[in-house]
Protein backbone atom coordinates (compact mmCIF):
# COMPACT_ATOMS: atom_id res chain seq x y z
CA UNK A 1 0.00 0.00 0.00
CA UNK A 2 0.99 3.77 -0.32
CA UNK A 3 3.03 4.80 2.38
CA UNK A 4 3.39 8.69 3.89
CA UNK A 5 4.00 11.01 1.36
CA UNK A 6 5.01 14.66 1.22
CA UNK A 7 5.06 17.75 -1.50
CA UNK A 8 6.59 19.22 -2.58
CA UNK A 9 9.73 17.31 -2.55
CA UNK A 10 12.42 20.18 -2.54
CA UNK A 11 11.25 24.17 -1.91
CA UNK A 12 13.20 26.97 -2.40
CA UNK A 13 11.57 30.49 -1.33
CA UNK A 14 12.95 33.89 -0.45
CA UNK A 15 13.52 35.01 3.27
CA UNK A 16 10.04 36.81 4.03
CA UNK A 17 7.73 34.79 1.71
CA UNK A 18 4.94 32.50 3.00
CA UNK A 19 5.10 28.39 2.60
CA UNK A 20 3.04 25.42 2.47
CA UNK A 21 4.19 21.86 3.33
CA UNK A 22 1.66 19.42 2.62
CA UNK A 23 1.30 15.79 4.35
CA UNK A 24 -0.77 13.03 2.92
CA UNK A 25 -0.20 9.89 5.99
CA UNK A 26 -1.09 6.64 5.25
CA UNK A 27 -4.99 5.85 5.09
CA UNK A 28 -6.47 5.19 8.16
CA UNK A 29 -3.86 6.54 10.51
CA UNK A 30 -5.73 8.84 12.81
CA UNK A 31 -2.22 10.37 14.51
CA UNK A 32 0.08 12.45 12.50
CA UNK A 33 3.52 14.27 13.55
CA UNK A 34 5.87 16.63 12.04
CA UNK A 35 9.39 17.15 12.92
CA UNK A 36 12.31 19.43 11.47
CA UNK A 37 15.81 17.99 11.03
CA UNK A 38 18.65 20.65 10.41
CA UNK A 39 21.54 19.46 7.99
CA UNK A 40 23.28 17.54 10.63
CA UNK A 41 21.28 16.90 13.06
CA UNK A 42 18.66 14.77 14.18
CA UNK A 43 15.00 15.55 13.90
CA UNK A 44 13.02 17.71 16.51
CA UNK A 45 9.30 17.51 17.08
CA UNK A 46 7.04 20.40 15.99
CA UNK A 47 3.52 19.30 16.15
CA UNK A 48 1.05 16.17 16.50
CA UNK A 49 -2.58 15.55 15.23
CA UNK A 50 -4.99 13.17 17.11
CA UNK A 51 -7.35 13.26 14.50
CA UNK A 52 -7.97 16.85 13.64
CA UNK A 53 -7.04 18.34 16.47
CA UNK A 54 -3.51 19.39 17.62
CA UNK A 55 -3.04 17.44 21.05
CA UNK A 56 0.99 18.31 21.37
CA UNK A 57 2.14 21.71 19.20
CA UNK A 58 4.51 22.58 21.77
CA UNK A 59 7.88 22.08 19.94
CA UNK A 60 6.46 24.98 17.05
CA UNK A 61 9.48 27.29 17.60
CA UNK A 62 7.10 30.57 17.18
CA UNK A 63 3.57 32.00 15.83
CA UNK A 64 5.23 32.04 12.32
CA UNK A 65 4.57 28.27 12.63
CA UNK A 66 1.24 26.89 12.24
CA UNK A 67 -0.12 23.67 11.06
CA UNK A 68 -3.47 21.86 10.14
CA UNK A 69 -5.19 18.80 9.52
CA UNK A 70 -9.03 20.08 8.90
CA UNK A 71 -10.37 16.34 7.97
CA UNK A 72 -8.34 14.42 9.81
CA UNK A 73 -6.34 13.04 7.09
CA UNK A 74 -3.80 15.69 4.82
CA UNK A 75 -1.86 18.80 7.13
CA UNK A 76 -0.64 21.34 5.84
CA UNK A 77 2.25 22.95 7.97
CA UNK A 78 2.78 26.65 7.45
CA UNK A 79 5.29 29.00 7.87
CA UNK A 80 4.63 32.73 7.60
CA UNK A 81 7.75 35.44 6.64
CA UNK A 82 10.31 32.50 6.58
CA UNK A 83 13.70 33.06 7.45
CA UNK A 84 17.36 31.57 6.72
CA UNK A 85 16.68 29.80 10.02
CA UNK A 86 13.73 28.55 8.79
CA UNK A 87 15.64 26.05 6.35
CA UNK A 88 15.79 21.81 6.69
CA UNK A 89 13.68 18.97 6.11
CA UNK A 90 10.67 18.55 7.23
CA UNK A 91 9.27 15.35 8.52
CA UNK A 92 5.92 14.14 8.56
CA UNK A 93 5.16 10.49 10.02
CA UNK A 94 1.79 9.05 10.44
CA UNK A 95 0.77 5.97 13.21
CA UNK A 96 -2.50 4.24 13.55
CA UNK A 97 -3.62 6.19 16.46
CA UNK A 98 -1.62 8.02 19.02
CA UNK A 99 -4.11 7.41 22.08
CA UNK A 100 -3.57 5.62 24.76
CA UNK A 101 -0.22 4.38 26.29
CA UNK A 102 0.99 1.65 23.81
CA UNK A 103 2.86 2.35 21.48
CA UNK A 104 2.13 2.52 16.91
CA UNK A 105 4.80 2.67 15.25
CA UNK A 106 5.04 5.83 13.64
CA UNK A 107 5.70 6.18 9.93
CA UNK A 108 7.92 8.70 7.93
CA UNK A 109 7.79 10.55 4.85
CA UNK A 110 10.69 11.40 2.36
CA UNK A 111 10.68 14.86 3.73
CA UNK A 112 10.37 18.29 2.10
CA UNK A 113 14.06 20.08 1.94
CA UNK A 114 13.21 23.90 2.55
CA UNK A 115 15.89 26.92 1.21
CA UNK A 116 15.30 30.06 2.30
CA UNK A 117 17.79 32.12 0.28
CA UNK B 1 12.87 16.83 29.74
CA UNK B 2 13.74 13.97 28.26
CA UNK B 3 17.21 14.06 26.06
CA UNK B 4 18.92 11.13 23.99
CA UNK B 5 23.20 11.75 23.58
CA UNK B 6 25.04 9.86 20.50
CA UNK B 7 28.21 10.38 21.13
CA UNK B 8 29.91 9.04 17.99
CA UNK B 9 29.61 11.13 15.37
CA UNK B 10 30.57 9.06 12.40
CA UNK B 11 31.62 5.17 12.44
CA UNK B 12 32.92 3.01 9.87
CA UNK B 13 33.52 -0.78 9.52
CA UNK B 14 34.79 -3.21 7.08
CA UNK B 15 32.41 -5.22 5.08
CA UNK B 16 31.18 -8.33 6.75
CA UNK B 17 32.81 -7.20 10.32
CA UNK B 18 30.29 -6.29 13.25
CA UNK B 19 29.82 -2.53 14.63
CA UNK B 20 28.48 -1.20 17.32
CA UNK B 21 26.67 2.26 18.13
CA UNK B 22 26.38 4.30 21.08
CA UNK B 23 23.18 5.35 22.92
CA UNK B 24 22.31 7.12 25.76
CA UNK B 25 19.63 8.36 26.91
CA UNK B 26 17.74 10.22 30.32
CA UNK B 27 14.43 9.66 31.77
CA UNK B 28 12.45 9.83 35.08
CA UNK B 29 10.04 7.71 33.47
CA UNK B 30 9.78 3.33 33.98
CA UNK B 31 7.60 2.64 31.06
CA UNK B 32 9.20 3.88 27.53
CA UNK B 33 9.93 2.48 24.36
CA UNK B 34 13.95 3.14 22.66
CA UNK B 35 14.15 2.70 18.73
CA UNK B 36 17.14 2.87 15.88
CA UNK B 37 16.20 4.30 12.77
CA UNK B 38 18.13 4.39 9.75
CA UNK B 39 18.50 7.18 7.33
CA UNK B 40 19.79 6.51 4.02
CA UNK B 41 20.45 9.69 1.28
CA UNK B 42 16.67 9.66 0.03
CA UNK B 43 15.82 10.97 3.95
CA UNK B 44 13.00 8.03 4.56
CA UNK B 45 13.34 7.39 8.03
CA UNK B 46 13.21 3.64 8.34
CA UNK B 47 12.56 1.63 11.59
CA UNK B 48 15.40 -0.72 12.41
CA UNK B 49 14.76 -2.12 15.56
CA UNK B 50 12.75 -1.29 18.97
CA UNK B 51 12.68 -1.95 22.57
CA UNK B 52 10.21 -1.97 25.57
CA UNK B 53 11.70 -0.70 28.54
CA UNK B 54 9.35 -3.24 30.47
CA UNK B 55 11.18 -6.36 28.56
CA UNK B 56 14.15 -7.50 29.52
CA UNK B 57 15.06 -9.16 27.36
CA UNK B 58 17.17 -7.60 24.36
CA UNK B 59 15.40 -6.75 21.14
CA UNK B 60 16.76 -8.72 17.54
CA UNK B 61 15.73 -8.17 14.40
CA UNK B 62 18.42 -10.60 11.82
CA UNK B 63 21.53 -9.03 12.15
CA UNK B 64 20.50 -6.30 14.03
CA UNK B 65 20.82 -6.67 18.05
CA UNK B 66 20.77 -4.15 20.93
CA UNK B 67 21.92 -4.57 23.97
CA UNK B 68 19.83 -2.64 26.85
CA UNK B 69 20.96 -1.28 30.04
CA UNK B 70 17.91 0.17 31.50
CA UNK B 71 19.52 0.77 35.01
CA UNK B 72 22.77 2.68 33.10
CA UNK B 73 20.31 3.79 30.37
CA UNK B 74 22.14 2.56 27.59
CA UNK B 75 20.97 1.58 24.62
CA UNK B 76 23.44 0.40 21.59
CA UNK B 77 22.65 -1.22 18.32
CA UNK B 78 25.12 -3.94 17.30
CA UNK B 79 25.22 -4.90 13.21
CA UNK B 80 26.19 -8.27 12.34
CA UNK B 81 27.79 -8.95 9.70
CA UNK B 82 28.13 -5.41 8.05
CA UNK B 83 26.75 -5.09 3.96
CA UNK B 84 27.48 -2.26 1.98
CA UNK B 85 23.19 -1.14 2.52
CA UNK B 86 23.71 -0.46 5.89
CA UNK B 87 25.34 2.79 4.96
CA UNK B 88 23.29 5.49 6.37
CA UNK B 89 22.98 8.00 9.44
CA UNK B 90 21.44 6.17 12.87
CA UNK B 91 19.21 7.65 15.34
CA UNK B 92 19.07 6.27 18.46
CA UNK B 93 15.36 7.86 19.81
CA UNK B 94 13.17 7.69 22.58
CA UNK B 95 9.28 7.63 23.51
CA UNK B 96 6.45 6.94 25.88
CA UNK B 97 4.15 5.40 23.68
CA UNK B 98 1.63 7.87 21.91
CA UNK B 99 3.90 10.72 22.05
CA UNK B 100 6.74 12.39 20.07
CA UNK B 101 9.78 10.83 19.62
CA UNK B 102 13.13 12.26 20.63
CA UNK B 103 16.19 11.53 18.42
CA UNK B 104 19.74 11.75 19.02
CA UNK B 105 21.96 13.54 16.92
CA UNK B 106 22.92 10.30 14.81
CA UNK B 107 25.67 8.82 13.97
CA UNK B 108 26.94 8.15 10.64
CA UNK B 109 27.87 4.85 9.61
CA UNK B 110 30.76 4.10 6.51
CA UNK B 111 31.09 0.53 4.95
CA UNK B 112 34.36 -0.17 3.61
CA UNK B 113 34.24 -2.49 0.90
Known amino acids: GAGVSQTPSNKVTEKGKYVELRCDPI?????LYWYRQSLGQGPEFLIY????????DSGLPNDRFFAVRPEGSVSTLKIQRTERGDSAVYLC???????????????FGPGTRLTVL | AQTVTQSQPEMSVQEAETVTLSCTYD???????LFWYKQPPSRQMILVIR??????QNATENRFSVNFQKAAKSFSLKISDSQLGDAAMYFC??????????FGQGTRLTINP
Open chain 2, 51 to 56: QEAYKQ
Open chain 1, 93 to 107: ASSLTGAGGSYNEQF
Open chain 2, 93 to 102: AYTQGAQKLV
Open chain 1, 27 to 31: SGHTA
Open chain 2, 27 to 33: TSESDYY
Open chain 1, 49 to 56: FQGTGAAD
